[in-house]
């Protein structure tokens, strides 16, 4: 496990030597698209065909009722939902700080321009359900949405067969905990249709409206179906399989750097889990540890599967300013630091989902009570995109109001340009208010 590569004393592409895990969603796209369009056509009996077919189960019904809402939260496991509140809390704090200030500008007398920020009307939030179970991913997508004022909010997620066709009753629990009526027991390319193009009954009844936007991670066929809807409607991003780097120098206990690869190998056998260091004592330390722990933990072939692929490694570098280097060409999802100077390196790095910082901030702690959001950017795109934010959820508009002394102003500015532009009737459209 963990591929060894000493890079000291050469220059190289980090890329190169950082291969991520392959995932391509151009060949699911085959499989994906007959399903949105048998969900476009066919409404909610598709959607309940389509789950007996991949889930094999067939719901009762296509939305969750009230009182299975209410069942989930009553039969909840108080320790669960008091880390959830935890979270909730903590969330709402943290997501309230981002919401950004509208403003209003006058350029000039009679002139004034408004920004502000108008949420979204309609939100369709994915909570995946496959190799494991994510509450968390209910209150990563719901408050946000919540904190920038969103008015409507549906939840899909898949059904289980152990649960007589319903989501698992965690993620159900988790919505009637923060207030979210509408949960539909649909899930994979399926319930990205049913948001795109809303789901209709055999009466001609709509049973789901169609979203404005849709957010929340899943696989690969989930990844697919948001790509080919964009447009239809927006997408958060295309999540990909998780990434952890650890930068760490010989001051970092090794055995939390490895514990550390390991809870983010847990996820899926293509999560990258890697460490970057100019300590060879350490790099050996945390091969060695990982071989100790891994054999202990629940899903240890999963784990074993992620740190021997290619995406997973042990880079040995000659200095931290490389390992800085290597974390900014990567743009980790995750990026840990844990060094003997966490605040000067936290400054130069550009590219990342999260920072944790220190060797009491794990990933772990972002993945459920920071208070941060967990569904981030995977596969690089940390270089030109945020994690999910309230600002997810917000459309920034501008309102422009003129009179006639402001528009006088620059209306001959605004002829000169649309002359220069050949398009004159634009120029017309402003001396029209002066005859």
């Not at 408004?114 to 209150?139: D, E, F, K």
């Not at 159900?172 to 399926?190: I, P, S």
């Not at 295309?238 to 690869?261: C, F, K, R, S, Y």
Request: aromatic content about 4%.
């Amino acid at each position: 496990m963990l591929t060894f590569r000493d890079l000291r004393g050469s220059s190289v592409d980090p890329l190169s030597v950082l291969p991520r895990a392959e995932q391509d969603i151009s060949a699911t796209a085959a499989t994906v698209t007959p399903i949105l369009e048998q969900v476009r056509t066919g409404g909610a009996e598709a959607l309940l065909d389509l789950s007996e077919r991949f889930d094999g189960v067939r719901p009762p019904a296509l939305r969750v009722p009230t009182e299975q809402l209410n069942q989930a939260l009553a039969t909840l496991d108080p320790a669960v939902r008091a880390a959830l509140e935890t979270l909730i809390v903590r969330a709402r704090e943290v997501h309230s700080a981002q919401l950004p200030p509208g403003s209003v500008v006058s350029p000039a007398p009679d002139a004034r321009v408004t920004n502000r920020w108008i949420p979204v009307q309609r939100v369709g939030l994915y909570v995946p359900g496959g190799q494991a179970v994510y509450p968390s991913s209910v209150v990563m997508n719901v408050v946000p949405a919540q904190v920038a004022g969103v008015r409507s909010l549906a939840i899909a997620s898949p059904p289980q067969r152990e649960f007589g066709g319903w989501p698992h009753p965690t993620v159900v629990a988790a919505a009637a905990l923060l207030g979210v009526e509408e949960v539909y027991a649909v899930g994979g390319a399926q319930a990205v249709g049913m948001f795109a193009y809303g789901a209709l009954g055999a009466d001609g009844q709509q049973l789901c409206p169609p979203v404005s936007l849709i957010t929340g991670p899943g696989n690969i066929y989930v990844a697919t179906a948001k790509r080919a809807v964009q447009g239809v409607v927006g997408i958060d991003a295309e999540a990909g399989p998780t990434e952890i780097m650890v930068l760490a120098d010989e001051t970092a206990p090794a055995n939390l750097v490895a514990a550390d690869l390991i809870s983010q190998a847990e996820h899926d056998e293509l999560a990258a889990a890697v460490l970057v260091t100019p300590s060879a004592k350490l790099a050996e330390a945390v091969r060695s540890q990982v071989e100790e722990q891994v054999d202990a933990t629940e899903h240890k072939d999963r784990v074993k599967q992620s740190l021997s692929g290619t995406q997973s490694a042990v880079l040995l570098v000659d200095s931290m300013d490389d390992a800085v280097e290597i974390a900014n060409a990567y743009g980790a999802e995750h990026l840990e630091i844990m060094t003997g100077n966490d605040e000067n390196l936290v400054d130069r790095i550009h590219n990342a989902g999260a920072i944790f910082v220190g060797s009491y901030s794990p990933v772990s702690l972002g993945d459920y009570c920071a208070g941060s959001n967990h569904v981030l950017p995977t596969g690089g795109a940390s270089a030109y995109s945020s994690g999910l934010n309230v600002t997810s959820f917000l459309r920034s508009q501008q309102v422009i109001h003129y009179g006639r002394e402001g528009l006088g102003h620059v209306a001959e500015h605004v002829t000169a340009l649309a002359a220069a532009e050949g398009l004159p009737a634009h120029g017309d459209a402003v001396t029209a208010r002066f005859r």
